[in-house]
């Protein structure tokens, strides 16, 4: 092996595939790196190979190195050499309550408490529990959680680190003891993430919240609702929201109320995205920040109408179609959206779209209150008909009037009179109006005065 620079010396020292020997080490000895051949792992380890060169090892990295025959004889022998710091966070020695016994004094607990691979079990941590630092023993992710060890320890705990060793090991702890953690945490740490919480926990303790919530009986729901709220669990932070929106069995706070609605709808709850629009809506006529809050406002709204929430869907086409906050009206996304909820059954929505067909524009005409859609008056029909028939009075009145003059639907005076009635029996004036034209006398009086809305002669 011909003489090299120190580059070429310090990856020889690394190299696991030489064919290291005593004599091999011996015939170089002053050119090794020896840092890097103290952590070799591919030398031929013994005891007679550490004594040979014990003035040459850099004991740092051999403490490191896991690939040593580490025996109680071998820790002896070199004890004074080790760094005991080291040492104790090497995977590989000998483990047991006599070895760690033996160095008490000399092992470095901190690092000893974070390593994973210590005989742990209950007893071996109450053997040495005046000992171990408690915050990285919290962190050990090795332990092997029970409520009995939990138990134990209780006091002793950084519960925001055992929270964050969250795993399959943990989740063997009792119900109380998990809620314990997660209530101490995130007392400390609020907005805290909880990784790989069991989603049956966090749905166990919503469905409790909610019976008693259903019950009435809010000094009870809410600490519940806060604890599932806390494990992730998108309609616990919804109706968390909606109690401290209320003040029911707490104090009203709307910060912390837009605080779990957010959480929640960043979950795609599609009723907490829909509230949350209207939050937005309502800070638009109170707060000088108008562009943030219409934009958040659309937002959410939109992200619950893409849900199917109906009423985000009627909500999105008024928007669309009214100019409110200095919105640019787009009338093809308010038809979109008004279509959307008519389509499931909103009679407000099939009202507010057959309007834009019945107001449209004729083939030959301009376009009328710049909707931008076409006059079209057999779908103005098709919705008006879908509306009156859930009730909607305006909707009746005007399908009376395509009855009256056969737009849409073939002419008959017999369905105008019959919607202009539903609709006069609601108080509209229209239809009444058009009752009274109709020669309908006996009817428009006798609702207009059944419904005080003519003076009573003397």
Known sequence: ??????????????????????????????????????????????????EHYKDHWIWVFLAQNELLPWSLGLIELYKENLDWRYLSQNNSLPWNVDLIDRYNDRWDWQSLSRNT????????????????????????????????????????????????????????????????????????????????IPPDLAINVYGEANIYYEQKKYEKAFPLFKQAAELGQADAQFNLAKMYNNGESIEQNEEQSMYWLIKSAEQN??????????????????????DNNKQAMLFWFTKAAGQGHIDAQR????????????????????????SKAAEQGHSHAQYDLAKMYLDGVNIESKYLYEYGIPQDFDQAAFWFIKAAEQGHADAQSNLGFL?????????????AEYWYEKAAKQKNAEAILQLSKRGQWWLGSLLLNSKGLLPRSN
């Not at 959680?145 to 055992?162: D, G, I, M, P, T």
């Not at 909500?315 to 008004?338: P, Q």
């Not at 003059?405 to 008959?412: D, F, N, P, R």
């Open 315 to 338: 909500i999105l086409g008024g928007l669309y179609t009214k100019n409110h906050f200095g919105m640019a009206r787009d009338n093809k996304k308010a038809v979109f959206w008004y």
């Open 1 to 50: 092996m011909q003489n090299g620079g120190v580059h070429i010396w310090e990856a020889l020292s690394q190299n696991n595939s030489l064919p290291w020997s005593v004599d091999l080490i011996d015939r170089y000895k002053d050119r090794w790196d020896w840092p890097k051949l103290s952590s070799n792992k591919a030398l031929p380890w013994g005891i007679e190979l550490i």
């Open 269 to 290: 709850h599609v009723d907490a995205q829909h509230n949350l629009g209207w939050k937005y809506l309502s800070r638009l006529r109170t707060e000088e920040d108008v």
């Open 117 to 196: 691979a210590l005989p742990w079990s209950l007893e071996f941590i109450d053997r040495f529990k005046n000992h171990w630092k408690w915050e990285e023993l919290s962190r050990n992710n090795s332990l092997s959680w029970s409520h009995q060890l939990y138990e134990r320890f209780a006091k002793n705990w950084v519960n925001f680190w055992v929270i964050q060793n969250f795993d399959g090991n943990i989740r063997e702890l009792k119900r109380e003891h998990i809620l314990r953690l997660l209530t101490d945490t995130t007392a400390q740490n609020p907005g805290l993430s909880i990784p790989n």
């Open 403 to 415: 009855y009256r003059y056969g737009k849409g639907v073939k002419k008959s005076y017999s369905q």
